[in-house]
């Protein structure tokens, strides 16, 4: 290979030269023809790429066009319905929200309405007035002392370090304004989350904003937070959708010195959080510690939040509640199909329940044991839409909390470059000349939009339903279609669990 690619760039080369004795004005062609060949020579003879190895130079291009696939999949190839995490029209119903944009759709739906899966909801001749004002839902039970109105629809966890200082101080903004709140996630409380929007306060393995300096629970740390005026609940992440099992992870790139001062770890290093708690190893011990977590907060509602795996391992937490009657005030239940910046492929595409199955599991069991009136249940994993809060809502959740939906309001374009500290829009990145491209004071606002817009959209929905009181939202008022010509009601797929039925 190299004898022919040698011979035949010394036949280019003489070309070039001779026909520059006669067209001066073509020499320039040498400065570009000379470092291919070297690139070439180079090619042929390194040995860890072999396309490059045998095709010299020309070998280039493959890379080129693979660096750009996605970029040339989103813009020229996906659909309406096509493209993965998010496909385009729910990018756009996002999007045409948060900049209040026409929010219409022309020519009827591009879904597939036989496709076995699909969902719908069923709606009333007879459509309810609008629920004005019966948008919050109050979080905190009998032994929570400052219960908390919440929004029913908030920000999922996002720590800052996982998403740039701009895109938290924007969404604690948004939050503000539009009267939600906003979920730490489990980096740990930074300058930016102190905006002003309220806080959720979440603990995570590493005890990030909690923890001691070998990263073992730190109650004085943990108040020193929890008792913030901005922190109304706190939530202690068992596990999250995207990497059931796993710990989360902060690549090198992101761990910059201000970001490891807040998280109190050695900054330039790669932070992988334990998989599980060093604090309790058993339901028993989760159930107290979420007591201590309330004592120390001064009675602010806590909770936890998981993506369920093996449902006994739940029933085992219920069974604790009972023998020790200490009860979270809320569960966030995460599907599967959650997301995150960075997580192992394996944990993304094989651990956890989906949303669905996760959600009615925890609603069922819940109230197997007879305490699911007081316990409020969030549901988190892919919420989008208006009709995603509806469905969920029917299936069980009392509200819910949407990460990526908030992001993409923000300006995200799906790049999938998060775990990379590339990310275009400077949204999932702390690199500043990225991050100078999110305007804070032009973004805020499109969370505060979006927001609001999900809101009234849910409302919109629930009055076509012919529903005076979100109470009456159940499974009954789903529909899922099982085949081409099989469809039938939610409540038969997941049938309602008796109250008290498990207790025996």
């Not at 761990?255 to 604090?279: C, L, Y």
């Amino acid at each position: 290979m190299l004898k022919e690619f040698v011979g035949g760039s010394i036949v280019i080369l003489i070309a070039i030269a001779t026909l520059a004795q006669f067209w001066p004005s073509i020499g320039w062609v040498l400065w570009l023809v000379v470092p291919a060949i070297l690139i070439g020579i180079y090619d042929v003879f390194q040995t860890r790429h072999a396309i490059r190895r045998n095709f010299p130079f020309v070998g280039h291009l493959r890379y080129l066009l693979e660096s750009i696939g996605p970029e040339i999949n989103q813009y020229f190839v996906e659909g309406a319905t096509d493209g993965n995490p998010i496909d385009r029209n729910q990018r756009t119903y996002i999007y045409s929200r948060a900049k209040r944009q026409v929010q219409t759709h022309p020519f009827g739906t591009e879904l597939d309405l036989l496709e076995p899966g699909y969902v719908y909801m069923h709606h009333s001749i007879y459509p309810a007035e609008k629920l004005e004002g019966s948008s919050r839902v109050t979080i905190g039970g009998p032994d929570c002392r400052q219960p908390y109105s919440a929004s029913v629809l908030n920000i999922s966890a996002m720590s800052y370090g996982s998403l740039s200082a701009q895109a938290v101080t924007a969404l604690n903004l948004g939050a503000r304004e539009g009267g939600f709140f906003h979920c730490t996630g489990e980096g740990g409380i930074s300058p930016y989350h102190l905006k002003g929007g309220d806080l959720c306060f979440q603990i995570g393995t590493g005890y990030f904003g909690a923890r001691t300096p070998d990263g073992e629970f730190s109650p004085e740390h943990f108040r020193t937070n929890a008792t913030r005026p901005e922190v109304k609940l706190i939530e202690l992440k068992l596990s999250q959708g995207a990497k059931p099992g796993h710990g989360g992870i902060l690549p090198a790139s992101k761990n910059d010195a201000e970001i490891a001062a807040i998280r109190g770890v050695v900054p330039h290093t790669a932070v992988a959080s334990p998989g599980r708690h060093s604090a309790f190893g058993d339901a028993e011990g989760l159930l107290r510690f979420i007591a201590q977590l309330r004592d120390l907060s001064d009675g602010k509602p806590v909770g936890f939040k998981l993506c369920v795996g093996d449902r006994r391992e739940f029933e085992d937490i219920c069974r604790a509640m009972q023998r020790t009657g200490i009860m979270p005030d809320f569960i966030t239940v995460d599907g599967a199909e959650g997301g995150t910046g960075a997580a192992p492929i394996d944990f993304s595409n094989y651990v956890g329940l989906p949303l669905e199955e996760g959600l009615t599991a925890v609603v069922d069991i819940l109230n197997g044991y007879g305490v699911r009136d007081k316990i409020r249940v969030i549901a988190a994993g892919k919420i989008f839409t208006a009709f995603d809060m509806y469905r969920v809502m029917c299936l069980g959740a009392d509200l819910c909390n949407s990460a990526r939906g908030m992001m993409l309001a923000l300006g995200c374009i799906q790049a999938l470059k998060c775990h990379t500290n590339r990310c275009p829009t400077g949204v999932a990145t702390n690199d500043p000349t990225l991050t100078r491209g999110l305007v804070v004071g032009q973004k805020w606002h499109r969370v505060r939009n979006y927001h609001g817009a999900m809101v009234h959209d849910f409302l919109e929905l629930v009055a076509a339903a012919g529903v005076t009181d979100l109470e009456q939202l159940d499974r009954s008022r789903i529909y899922k279609r099982l085949s081409a010509e099989v469809v039938v009601p939610i409540d038969k797929v997941y049938p309602p669990v008796v109250r008290g039925s498990l207790l025996r």
